[in-house]
């Protein structure tokens, strides 16, 4: 026998293949054109018959065995998987809704199943002697625990926080501190109520009435106070200023009152389930769960529906400072938990339809609602915590203002996502979507759990996202507020050159946009390959367009490698004033492949960085600027010196320009001497953007002391010499008006096109 290895490795697979399937199936239909006749499997299938099978067959018979079995597994599990996917369409629609027509079909089924129930138990505590009985030892048992929950409230009252001498500042921290004590009081003395309670009753109660007594102390006694005591924690309907929710007494009270009534129908609606199921009557005879869950349904959808003014209110919380995407999401507050009500009632129907009662004996719709309801409560509070645990803000001025109500509302963002997750494991935990249980659930189940962990994959990336961009938000709010650069007031006098933000400040900005891009697409592949979209198209896709912008687009790969290296050099930062070949304005913005210039009129310039060769820098570090003052020929330069000293000692001594100047105002000398008078300079040097101030100043400091020493600036004069004075009375109308004439133009011709009275550049 040849190739007995391949033959053993043939062997193996098709024992892995076919010891699964059907036993039975002895023929098999090939098509193969070196084999005429299919072999056939022995019945039953040993390990001695298979080798004797194998070592009959020849190689292409037992390829072709093995094809064959491969395909008729492939075909059944796409028939179950088919089958599967209708079975899930059939629950969700039609097995739904026939868990709706069935309790109608079978009310009549209710009120006989309820009467038997209360018949067996009447007859199981002893007729109407054992109800009397059962009463008086409830009225025994509560008496106990009641006594016992007054003496604890009586002990207790001297250990209450005092509240507040002035309640109408109280802080948040005393009022969450005033309203959890008061909780931790009320919730202690209803556990001690139901202790105690079980206690007696188990020691005095027979056994025949110890679960139903049982079920009024926990269902209808201690669990609707329990409820009401967590509704006054966020209500304070009698304290509206200890109230943590945004909402009026009326409502705050009319909230309270229906909560209780709600855990009063939770509770009822539990109890009597138990009770009947005591009592020799299932959940399936009856229905009743239906028409009480049904009834709870009805009854959220109108409190949510006659109050949704008040939730706006409650979601959208007292806070002034509230985005308009945070506005839109409280107005659809109460309609999204309609439709959750809504949903949830339907979903309830689908497990029905499965038969699954067990998953809702742990009542994870009612669990669902309840978290669901309490968002606004959730919200508030960590609107609380952000305000409370906050830094306060470093610095002053308008960046530093912003960069705080801006961490404000990223702590509010990541607190929300936290939030959020946690809302949603906790309704996955609900409805038992563990691995464990997932690994053979249902198409639905998958589906809802694969949409939990998409959501769960976001939220995570939304948390980094907000992280990366609240940490390097600060830090560039730092660095703008260290180097005293306010991007939306530079003071640059109309003619640009104020200073620039520090080198970290530029580069932040490009860091913070390639951090939120890496995350975003990082995490959107993560959740869509995990809901099994296959990402390999589009990361070939990408890759593709990636070599096309590399091969076709070289200029594009020129700006971005030029703007690196600019800004490695350091060449410019925003807000400094630069000029690039003629075209001048300060750095507005920069991005990966440009930078754009805002000039001192307005325009703006979009400048690639592979259009570069040289940049002009006239904020750095320090700017001189060169001032001009003609004065006439017999001025005293050593007295005009000794004004420009005393303008520059007032000047540098001045508060409102207390650390501008670097070096003060002095006088250069006589520069030059020309047909006007003498020009004399002055200089001085201040830190980038403060000079244009300072030199308003000087000019009007300067033209004031030349008034006061009898000094003034030189004109430009034109004079006629008339060859005697004798005969000038002889001159007429005609020659006057000539001389006129020539004098103008002469003064004309010699006066200099645009003389600079400053040189700052």
């Known amino acids: 026998m040849t190739h007995t290895p391949l033959k053993a490795l043939i062997f193996a697979l098709v024992a892995a293949f076919m010891l699964p399937a059907s036993f039975a199936q002895a023929q098999f239909s090939l098509s193969s054109p070196t084999v005429a006749e299919t072999p056939t499997i022995p019945d039953p299938l040993t390990t001695e018959a298979a080798n ?88 025994l048992v509560f008496g106990i625990a009641a006594a016992a929950e007054v ?22 921290r005393e009022t969450v501190q005033l309203l959890a004590q008061r909780l931790t009081t009320q919730v202690v003395a209803v556990l001690i109520f139901a202790l105690v309670a079980r206690v007696v009753g188990k020691a005095v109660l027979p056994d025949n009435i110890f679960p139903t007594v049982q079920l009024v102390g926990i269902y209808l006694i201690a669990f609707p106070r ?14 509206p200023e200890y109230r943590l929710l945004n909402t009026t007494s009326p409502v705050a009270r009319a909230f309270c009152r229906h909560q209780f009534y709600i855990a009063l129908l939770l509770g009822f609606s539990a109890a009597v389930q138990i009770f009947n199921t005591n009592n020799g009557v299932t959940a399936d005879e009856t229905r009743l769960g239906f028409w009480l869950n049904l009834g709870l349904h009805i009854y959220l959808i109108v409190i949510f529906w006659r109050y949704r003014e008040a939730g706006v209110a409650m979601m959208r919380g007292s806070d002034p400072d509230i985005t308009p995407m945070e506005d839109r999401v409280a107005r659809s507050y109460p309609y999204f938990n309609i439709f959750i009500f809504v949903a949830v009632w339907w979903i309830i129907n689908i497990v029905v339809s499965y038969g699954n009662f067990e998953l809702l004996s742990s009542a994870p719709h009612y669990k669902t609602m309840i978290l669901l309801m309490f968002a606004p409560a959730m919200d508030t509070a960590i609107r609380g915590l952000v305000r409370h645990l906050t830094p306060a803000m470093t610095g002053e001025g308008p960046v530093a203002e912003r960069a705080y109500h801006a961490t404000k509302r990223a702590y509010i963002r990541i607190g929300r996502v936290v939030i959020f997750a946690i809302v949603v494991l906790s309704i996955a935990d609900f409805w038992g979507m563990s691995a464990t249980a997932l690994a053979t659930a249902s198409v639905g189940a998958q589906l809802a759990a694969k949409t939990i962990e998409f959501l769960i994959i976001m939220s995570i990336g939304y948390l980094l996202y907000e992280a990366a961009s609240l940490l390097i938000n600060r830090k560039l709010a730092s660095e703008q507020t260290a180097s005293g650069y306010m991007p939306d007031e530079q003071e640059v006098g109309g003619d640009g050159g104020g200073a620039g933000g520090s080198r970290l400040s530029t580069v932040l900005p490009l860091v913070l946009l390639v951090t939120r891009t890496i995350i975003v697409t990082l995490f959107l592949l993560l959740g869509l390959s995990n809901i099994g979209v296959d990402t390999t198209p589009l990361l070939a896709g990408a890759s593709i367009v990636g070599l096309a912008i590399g091969f076709g687009a070289q200029k ?9 290296f600019f800004l490695v050099d350091d060449a410019f930062r925003v807000g400094e004033y630069v000029t690039v070949e003629g075209t001048m304005g300060t750095v507005e913005k920069i991005s990966i492949r440009s930078m754009q210039l805002r000039h001192h009129k307005g325009p703006v310039h979009t400048i690639p960085y592979g259009e570069i060769p040289k940049i002009t820098n006239y904020s750095r570090d320090w700017v001189i600027m060169k001032l001009r003052f003609t004065v006439p020929f017999d001025s005293d330069p050593i007295k005009i010196k000794k004004i420009f000293k005393k303008i520059g000692e007032e000047l540098i001594a001045a508060p409102e320009f207390e650390g501008d100047f670097l070096q003060p105002f002095k006088s250069q000398g006589v520069l030059e001497i020309d047909e006007v008078g003498m020009v004399i300079r002055g200089k001085f040097m201040a830190k980038p953007g403060k000079q244009f101030m300072i030199r308003k100043e000087i000019f009007n400091r300067v033209n004031k002391e030349f008034a006061a020493n009898g000094i003034e600036f030189a004109r430009r004069e034109v004079r006629v010499a008339l060859p005697s004075m004798e005969h000038a009375h002889d001159l007429t109308e005609e020659d006057k008006a000539a001389i006129q004439a020539a004098a103008t133009q002469a003064a004309q011709a010699h006066t200099p096109q645009g003389a600079p009275k400053s040189e700052d550049r």
């Not at 329990?226 to 304290?239: K, Q």
């Not at 594009?556 to 690196?564: F, H, N, Q, R």
């Open 556 to 564: 594009l790969v020129t700006d971005v490698v030029s703007g690196i």
């Open 151 to 172: 003496l604890f409230r009586r002990a207790t009252r001297n250990w209450q926080i005092l509240p507040p001498a002035d309640p109408d500042n109280i802080t948040l």
């Open 226 to 239: 329990l409820m009401l005591a967590f509704a006054f924690f966020f209500f304070a309907p009698l304290n």
């Open 52 to 139: 004797a099978l194998i070592s009959r067959l020849s190689d292409s018979e037992v390829r072709a065995l093995l094809l064959d079995q491969l395909n008729t597994q492939a075909a059944a599990q796409e028939d179950l998987s088919a089958e599967t996917e209708d079975e899930f369409l059939y629950h969700a629609t039609t097995g739904a809704w026939q868990s709706v027509t069935v309790p109608v079909e079978r009310l009549p089924a209710l009120f006989t199943g309820q009467s038997r129930a209360f018949s067996n138990f009447y007859e199981r505590i002893g007729g109407g002697t054992g109800l009397l009985v059962m009463l008086g030892y409830m009225v």
